[in-house]
Structures are given as C-alpha cells and as structure tokens.
C-alpha cells in the first residue's frame, strides 16, 4: 500500500481542525452562538471577539464553530443515506448484470436530472424549509455516484478467480457481496464518501443561503453567508469568515479524497 501524499495529509489536517472545532464547541465556545448583544454590534476582530460580532452583537468565531457542528452533521448523514442506498445497488447492478443493472444504472441516470438544490427546492415547498429537508436532499441527489462507484468496483471483483470458485460452491449471492465484494470496493467507497462529503458541505451552504436550509437563529455557515448581505458596506468580514470557513473545509475534503484515491485505488497503486 502506497503512503497517503502530502496533499492527503494537509487535507486530513484541515478536516481534523474542522472535526475538532465542532467537538469543542458542543462543550464549549467563547460566548454563546445565538445570543444577541446589541451593544457589542459590528465589532472588529479583538481580543475578546477574535473575529468580531455581526450586526446583532454575536460572537462570530463562536458562530463558526458552532456551525461546524452543522456543516458535519449535514455531511454525515447525507453521505450516509448516498453510501446506503447507492452501494447496495451498484454491488447488485454489478453481480446481476442484464436487465437488472440496465434498471438501475438508467434509474441512476434518471435521478442525475435532479440536482441537490433542485430537490431541495421541492421538498421544501411540500415540507418546509429545515436541515432534515437539506440533509435527505443531498442525500437522495448522491446516491447515482455511489451506485455508479460501487458497480464499477464490482465489475472488476467479479473477475477475480476467488468469486468464480465461490459460485463454483454454491455460496449465496448476498455471502457473496458481503464478504468478497464489499470488503474489496471499501477502498474506493471511502474515496466517494470523501468526495462526497465536499459536496454536500457546499449543497447545505447553498441552501441555508437561499433560505431553504438551516433556519436562523442556528449558525449555519451558508445562513451565516446570507446574513452578511447587509453588511457587506460597512463590515465585509462578515462574510469572509464564513466563506472561507466553507472554502477551506471543502479544500480540505477534496484533498483528503485525492491523497485516499492515490493509497486506496487498485488500479493507481500498479502504476
């Protein structure tokens, strides 16, 4: 196994701090994230507010910490519903073949129509807007890539000879999946997962922005975004630091992805 790359690693530093940054702030942060003190409004960056206080008098690092616990949560479980739904589907599209992977892979191709904003859209004109809508938004709109990810993998195990002896015994096509398929397109799972998990950051800044995703007084990077409009004049700090809070985050996922791809990829580690 080839070791993880520089690149990988500053991504899984950024993704650390971030990580970190959400586990302090459940038992800590420097002032409490959704009270109002008029008083302190529109502060700059100081000693007693490191980032300064938006145009309610919040602590803005406090917010971005805070909202970090959002931003990995949105990520978790909308990566989580993709991986539970889009692998199983692809291991099956790759062991069947036939008309059942023609089903699936042009299902697959059917819900590529229908982007996680769109979707969003939708659910939150029948259920309103809320982080469960954004989170099952963007969780629906990734399950193609996983499938199509976990049907690629598929399709090369199932050339291995240790599959054809299995068949050979009679073993049962879920044994099978479960304990030849799965444990050998982990690899590249976890690489989607990473990659993912980018793009469902920046799908739940979206749609906190545009009003359809975590409702206020949560601070929510993308709502934290939005907010900052009408300071733009007279405090444009206010939306650097979440926007890059939500830039780096990204980087940092998207790097950790390239640098597992490059360790965890079969065909990059022959090369």
């Given at each position: ?12 530093v ?6 970190l ?20 409004r529109?502060?700059?960056p100081?000693?007693?507010h ?16 805070a ?10 479980v ?30 697959a ?5 229908f ?11 029948v259920f ?6 954004a ?6 709109a990734g ?10 993998g ?9 599959i ?14 479960g ?8 690899g ?13 950051i ?12 975590t409702?206020p ?7 934290m ?9 007279s ?11 939500i830039?780096?985050?990204v ?6 992805g390239d640098g ?12």
């Amino acid at each position: 196994m080839r070791r993880l790359p520089l690149t990988g690693w500053t991504g899984a530093v950024i993704v650390g701090v971030t990580v970190l940054l959400a586990l302090v702030s459940l038992l800590w942060t420097p002032y409490d994230p959704v009270h109002a003190m008029p008083y302190e409004r529109l502060l700059g960056p100081s000693p007693e507010h490191l980032l300064g206080t938006d145009r309610y008098g919040r602590d803005v690092f406090s917010r971005i910490m805070a909202g970090a616990q959002i931003t990995l949560f949105v990520g978790l479980v909308a990566v989580g519903i993709s991986a539970l739904l889009g692998v199983p589907f692809g291991i099956l599209a790759g062991m069947r073949r036939g008309w059942t992977e023609s089903l699936i892979m042009r299902g697959a191709d059917l819900m590529l129509a229908f982007p996680a904003l769109l979707l969003a859209i939708i659910s939150g004109a029948v259920f309103g807007p809320s982080t469960l809508t954004a989170m099952v938004a963007i969780g629906v709109a990734g399950i193609p890539g996983f499938a199509r990810v976990a049907r690629a993998g598929t399709l090369q195990v199932m050339t291995e000879d240790f599959i054809a002896s299995a068949r050979v015994s009679r073993v049962p096509e879920p044994v099978i999946a479960g304990r030849h398929v799965l444990p050998n397109i982990a690899g590249v799972i976890v690489v989607q997962a990473s990659v993912a998990f980018a793009l469902a950051i920046l799908a739940e800044a979206a749609l906190s922005f545009l009003g359809l995703g975590t409702s206020p007084p949560d601070p929510s990077w993308g709502r934290m975004l939005q907010s900052a409009q009408a300071s733009l004049g007279s405090a444009p700090q206010l939306a650097l630091w979440p926007g890059l809070a939500i830039a780096v985050t990204v980087l940092g996922f998207n790097l950790l992805g390239d640098g597992l791809r490059d360790v965890l990829d079969p065909r990059r580690s022959r090369r």
